[in-house]
């Protein structure tokens, strides 16, 4: 595969008549069962155990890897701060919901002071639904996930904001079998807002400056640019929100940055850091959660918050110039201005 290189220039064209493959594949049936037919002998020759199936209205494939005999621990870390209503919603849907059968949840207490979600969090912690961890220092995103990482006792790690839902059972089964791929880094899930609309499909790095999220806003049911957000891929970076690694890799390469990057892109940091390091990163769009954005933070309204937030652009354009402003999984033809993949009309 290293003698497999992308040129990202337009190279070839093809006249769509009535009858072409260009206008609707399902013209040459016999592509589609190639394209399968080739997954499955390169699955036999590498020796990897899976399953391919077709992805539900389109003409396109998935792998679904099989899982180990004995599943590995994930340990899901979800830092709260009060909000036991926000919180009750993520656990609840975790607890309910969840086919994988071998994970443990970590609430990260950040100083609540509610008597009403310190009453849930006792009630959590008796249930043995959950372990119960205190951290009694002033926010820092970075600084909370590494300290319940060293109590982690999965050989996997997933961050998972309080403001997550469940959608699909399998979810947590489909990252794992992808994070367990030899050479994979970090897998991230398809978010939505409550209204069905795209919150995060992957990250895309140079949008805004920094980086952004892949089809935000698209409509739930998108297929995206040449198929994204239908179809499992590498990207440069995914979400924080719900991100799932080996913890061998995020020690590794030293956590999520609490120095510099307390709040704001210390997932992209961390992202690239796993790539620098020989990993690959991806997202799945068949990991389907909501996520009530921000719901406990709250947004960058007052100037302390909006300083902080500069100063940290301000690190990652001095530290990653460079990468931001070519990401290898996005076109240069394609817009920095909008996170919709239109034509970079510049």
Not at 171 to 195: D, F, S
Not at 272 to 291: C, D, I, K, Q, W
Request: proline share 5%; charged share 25%; glycine share 6%.
């Amino acid at each position: 595969t290293h003698d497999v290189i992308h040129i990202p220039k337009i190279l070839y064209h093809w006249r769509a008549t009535k009858d072409s493959a260009a206008g609707d594949s399902r013209q040459k049936n016999y592509a589609i069962v190639n394209a399968e037919k080739a997954l499955a002998d390169f699955l036999s020759v590498q020796g990897i155990k899976a399953n391919i199936e077709e992805v539900a209205g389109t003409t396109w494939h998935r792998v679904k890897y099989a899982m180990p005999d004995e599943p590995p621990t994930v340990s899901l870390i979800i830092p709260t701060h009060n909000q036991h209503k926000v919180l009750q919603v993520c656990i609840d849907s975790i607890v309910e919901k969840t086919t994988y059968p071998n994970y443990e949840i970590l609430v990260v207490d950040n100083n609540s002071n509610d008597p009403e979600s310190l009453a849930y969090f006792s009630e959590l912690e008796d249930g043995g639904k959950v372990r119960l961890l205190r951290y009694p220092h002033p926010f820092n995103y970075s600084a909370i996930n590494n300290f319940a990482v060293r109590h982690a006792k999965g050989s996997l790690v997933a961050l998972v904001n309080n403001d997550i839902e469940v959608i699909t059972p399998d979810w947590l089964t489909e990252m794992v079998a992808l994070a367990l791929r030899p050479g994979i880094g970090c897998v991230g899930a398809k978010l939505y807002y409550p209204n069905d609309t795209i919150q995060h499909a992957g990250i895309v790095l140079g949008i805004g400056g920094v980086a952004g999220h892949s089809h935000k806003y698209f409509d739930r049911d998108a297929t995206g640019y040449f198929g994204r957000l239908k179809l499992a891929q590498n990207v440069s970076a995914v979400t924080g929100a719900c991100l799932l690694v080996r913890k061998s890799i995020y020690e590794s390469v030293g956590g999520l940055d609490e120095d510099n990057l307390k709040v704001a892109f210390n997932d992209v940091d961390f992202c690239l850091r796993v790539m620098e390091a020989g990993y690959s990163n991806a997202f799945t769009p068949f990991a389907e959660l909501y996520h009530h954005e921000s719901l406990s933070r709250g947004t960058e309204d007052n100037p302390e918050k909006r300083a902080r937030f500069e100063r940290e652009v301000t690190y990652m354009l001095s530290k990653w110039g460079p990468q931001l402003a070519r990401d290898p999984h996005y076109s240069p033809h394609l817009t920095l201005r909008r996170e919709d993949f239109s034509i970079n009309i510049d």
